[in-house]
């Protein structure tokens, strides 16, 4: 089964997912994944938005 | 806080890092700014608008045992503000600590007003607000 096929539900569990991240504070590129912050013990607050050079 | 913010748009790693630089208003910056060219993570969440390649203005918290406890998604064109995602965030850290407690609307910070849901507290939300 594909991550797409199955919407989240609230209260449920999210699959692990990855994202390449700029780092401000680093000042360098990486990446981040859920796992990584829940084995810091740490909860995870996403913000989409459409595009970058607009408003958020 | 105990929290990793990380913002998500379908823009590279290398366009953050430019637009960081060139926009004043983020100056002061300190999130991961994350890249999700492919949209995979935008759809997992279900914010992925396939004809235009962009994201919905979705807003989700995630508890550290990996539980979906927040999802709120707006339109491209209506803009967030950074109180309402703190408000919901403190609620959940809040909950987290009191789980038989419950945030009600006006619920802005610790030491507000909460309620305990019961059988007493059914039809008179307004009496156990006023206590």
């Given at each position: 089964?594909?991550?797409?096929?199955?919407?989240?539900?609230?209260?449920?569990?999210?699959?692990?997912?990855?994202?390449?991240?700029?780092?401000?504070?680093?000042?360098?590129?990486?990446?981040?994944?859920?796992?990584?912050?829940?084995?810091?013990?740490?909860?995870?607050?996403?913000?989409?938005?459409?595009?970058?050079?607009?408003?958020? | 806080?105990?929290?990793?913010?990380?913002?998500?748009?379908?823009?590279?790693?290398?366009?953050?890092?430019?637009?960081?630089?060139?926009?004043?208003?983020?100056?002061?910056?300190?999130?991961?700014?994350?890249?999700?060219?492919?949209?995979?993570?935008?759809?997992?969440?279900?914010?992925?608008?396939?004809?235009?390649?962009?994201?919905?203005?979705?807003?989700?918290?995630?508890?550290?045992?990996?539980?979906?406890?927040?999802?709120?998604?707006?339109?491209?064109?209506?803009?967030?503000?950074?109180?309402?995602?703190?408000?919901?965030?403190k609620a959940?850290?809040y909950?987290?600590?009191k789980?038989?407690?419950?945030c009600?609307?006006q619920w802005k910070d610790e030491g507000d007003k909460t309620?305990?849901?019961?059988?007493?507290?059914?039809?008179?939300?307004?009496?156990?607000?006023?206590?």
């Amino acid at each position: 089964m594909t991550l797409e096929s199955k919407p989240l539900q609230l209260g449920g569990q999210v699959p692990n997912f990855e994202l390449a991240v700029y780092d401000p504070v680093k000042n360098d590129f990486g990446t981040i994944s859920l796992d990584e912050i829940k084995s810091q013990g740490k909860w995870t607050l996403l913000f989409f938005y459409p595009a970058d050079f607009t408003f958020v | 806080m105990g929290a990793v913010l990380i913002t998500v748009s379908t823009d590279t790693q290398f366009v953050h890092l430019a637009w960081k630089r060139h926009e004043k208003s983020l100056e002061n910056v300190q999130y991961l700014m994350g890249s999700d060219a492919s949209g995979k993570v935008s759809r997992l969440f279900g914010v992925y608008v396939e004809d235009a390649g962009l994201a919905l203005r979705g807003t989700f918290i995630i508890n550290p045992e990996g539980r979906l406890l927040n999802s709120e998604v707006s339109f491209f064109n209506m803009g967030r503000n950074i109180e309402e995602l703190m408000r919901k965030f403190k609620a959940n850290l809040y909950l987290a600590k009191k789980p038989a407690e419950a945030c009600p609307a006006q619920w802005k910070d610790e030491g507000d007003k909460t309620l305990t849901p019961g059988p007493s507290m059914v039809g008179k939300v307004h009496e156990a607000l006023a206590k």
